[in-house]
């Protein structure tokens, strides 16, 4: 029994390492996008972003896809297109609010985790949980909010972004319970990248990288920040709970800040850095000291 309990926890704490990794990951998306992706329009990002990281997965899984039941598929198309209206959410957001407004809202997701778990499980979080998700979000307004916090026609999209990706979490955790991991993350991704492009078809102009500088943007998107990521991520879920997945993911905007300053040369104010050490702290708080059962 105790043995049992031991492999839990070890199985959690690696699956957690791996979550936090995929959040380092995300944070590097933020300064691929800022460096090639002013001239494609949202529809079209989504398309090639998902479109090439599906590709390149089923040539390196292409045996294991052969493994897919009716379930994982239509599981797939369902996560494909929670993931599809997070992103669709968050970059039309982004064409009305400021980045600061944008990266507080859409990091509310480490409060909503919670919060929709809480609703749909009818208990309330662990104290640990709790905690760790003020100071986290503490640590998120210190961090991204440079001005005044003033309501802009974003605002609201960014929110239902935040949303849409709690409800992936959630939803992501449920699912791979019941189908491979694997599998499954590889379809999402596929589906996502569909939605895309039928959207980006019937809504504006498709667009393709027009340069060099472009294509590497567009490609690490795809291969490191979806790839990679989108497909980690529900095969770690089995392993842990929702409640961690969403706080780790705050790792994301911490290393966004650093990333910008070490190919940017971007600086954070001191109430930045301040921000950033609280979000850290929460993170190790809710890790550290709730129970870990699952």
């Avoid at 199985?11 to 380092?24: E, F, G, P, Y």
């Avoid at 929709?116 to 009818?122: C, D, G, I, N």
């Avoid at 500088?213 to 842990?240: D, H, N, R």
């Avoid at 600086?267 to 921000?275: A, C, I, M, P």
Wanted: charged share 10%; aromatic share 14%; proline share 3%.
């Amino acid at each position: 029994m105790r043995s049992e309990k031991r492999k839990k926890e070890w199985n959690q704490h690696k699956a957690d390492s791996m979550i936090a990794l995929v959040a380092i990951i995300w944070g590097s998306s933020y300064l691929l996008m800022k460096i090639g992706l002013g001239s494609i329009p949202p529809f079209s990002i989504i398309a090639l972003r998902f479109g090439i990281a599906f590709f390149f997965v089923v040539l390196l899984f292409f045996q294991k896809l052969k493994l897919t039941s009716k379930y994982t598929l239509l599981y797939g198309a369902l996560l494909g297109f929670i993931l599809f209206a997070v992103f669709a959410f968050l970059m039309h957001g982004l064409e009305t609010t400021t980045a600061s407004n944008a990266g507080f809202l859409t990091s509310t997701t480490v409060v909503l985790v919670p919060i929709f778990h809480s609703l749909v499980s009818r208990k309330l979080p662990e104290h640990p949980i709790i905690f760790g998700s003020i100071l986290t979000m503490t640590g998120i307004g210190f961090l991204t909010l440079q001005q005044s916090f003033a309501f802009h026609n974003g605002d609201l999209l960014c929110l239902c972004g935040a949303a849409a990706y709690a409800c992936h979490i959630l939803l992501t955790d449920r699912l791979a319970q019941k189908e491979d991991g694997l599998i499954l993350g590889i379809w999402q991704l596929g589906f996502a990248g569909m939605y895309g492009l039928f959207c980006s078809v019937a809504f504006e102009k498709p667009t393709l990288p027009a340069n060099t500088e472009e294509w590497m943007a567009v490609l690490g998107l795809a291969l490191i920040c979806s790839a990679f990521g989108f497909v980690v991520q529900p095969i770690a879920q089995k392993y842990t709970t929702p409640e961690h997945t969403g706080l780790l993911f705050a790792l994301e905007p911490v290393f966004s800040a650093i990333f910008a300053f070490l190919f940017l040369h971007e600086t954070l104010s001191v109430k930045g850095y301040f921000g950033a050490v609280l979000v850290l702290s929460g993170v190790l708080t809710a890790s550290v000291f709730s129970k870990r059962e699952f």
